[in-house]
């Protein structure tokens, strides 16, 4: 992609998903998101009503007549962006590709965070760590995570969340709020995905195709794996090929919602061919009602 396109390409989706975080996702993340805990902000006079626990007795015994703390939620969160850019991720049967919506995607959650004034680091893998960015705050610095997305050259084809999820375990030290945005085209994951859910706050974003299970009885077509760049010619006009690349892609997800599940993992499904603003706005929902 040529700069003068790339800078094209990420002013528009910036102007798309500022608009989509100002009218429909700001308030939502904040709702979803609580701080880390209460920080003391100012005394002020009792008042009828207040909680006698919160009293601060040594401003009350210098006025003779009562004060209460009053505290704050420590709201600065670090959330962090854990995108594959693997081989599988250029793939898109409708207008936009996978890493076009994992970047739009990035784009909303990057920006919700930078309106409450959080910061926003980005790990960007595939069957290696391809690039690190810590996080930070500020537009520049999300217009820049963004450009990343769009435009990095992988190295590796094919993906590795286990190695991405233990990079991301020893590099981030503190609680953050990540997102793990990928296919799951992978294996050997669901020993790690645990343990870093217990220590960050791990969502899920699932990027599939409608392709990917249900294709059409079109007779021979050349495939090309984009993560091994092996080449193959498949019959789709055969049953026994459709039930197989269906019962194939089914176990997949199956396996993916068990592991979620098992681990206590939210997850949110996002189809190309779909909105993606539905999915997200119900889930901000979900953890809202939680809190």
């Not at 375990?169 to 645990?194: G, H, M, Q, V, W």
């Not at 997949?252 to 997200?280: A, C, H, M, V």
Request: hydrophobic content about 40%; glycine content about 4%.
């Amino acid at each position: 992609m040529e700069t003068k396109e790339l800078i094209q390409l990420v002013r528009r989706i910036e102007i798309k998903t500022k608009g989509l975080v100002n009218e429909v996702f700001s308030g939502e993340y904040h709702s979803a998101f609580k701080g880390r805990g209460m920080e003391f902000a100012e005394v002020r006079e009792y008042q009828h009503g207040d909680d006698i626990r919160s009293i601060d007795w040594n401003v009350t015994a210098r006025f003779s007549h009562p004060f209460v703390k009053i505290f704050e939620e420590e709201r600065e969160l670090t959330i962090m962006l854990i995108v594959d850019v693997s081989g599988s991720l250029a793939f898109g049967s409708a207008e936009k590709s996978k890493q076009r919506i994992s970047a739009e995607i990035s784009s909303i959650l990057a920006f919700s965070a930078m309106k409450n004034n959080d910061k926003v680091g980005l790990i960007l893998f595939s069957d290696r760590i391809e690039k690190f960015v810590p996080p930070k705050k500020g537009r520049s610095h999300v217009l820049r995570i963004i450009r990343e997305i769009l435009s990095y050259k992988p190295e590796g084809n094919k993906t590795d969340i286990k190695l991405a999820l233990e990079y991301f375990n020893s590099t981030i030290k503190k609680r953050s709020i990540s997102f793990l945005i990928s296919d799951f085209i992978a294996k050997d994951y669901e020993k790690i995905i645990k343990i870093v859910a217990r220590k960050h706050d791990l969502v899920g974003i699932i990027l599939e195709d409608i392709r990917e299970k249900d294709l059409p009885k079109i007779g021979l077509v050349k495939f090309l794996d984009l993560e091994t760049n092996q080449t193959r010619f498949i019959d789709l006009s055969d049953d026994f090929v459709q039930k197989f690349i269906f019962e194939k892609n089914l176990k997949r997800e199956n396996e993916i919602n068990r592991i979620f599940k098992l681990g206590g993992i939210d997850s949110i499904k996002i189809q190309t061919n779909e909105s993606y603003i539905p999915p997200l706005v119900k889930f901000f929902k979900k953890r809202e009602a939680q809190i």
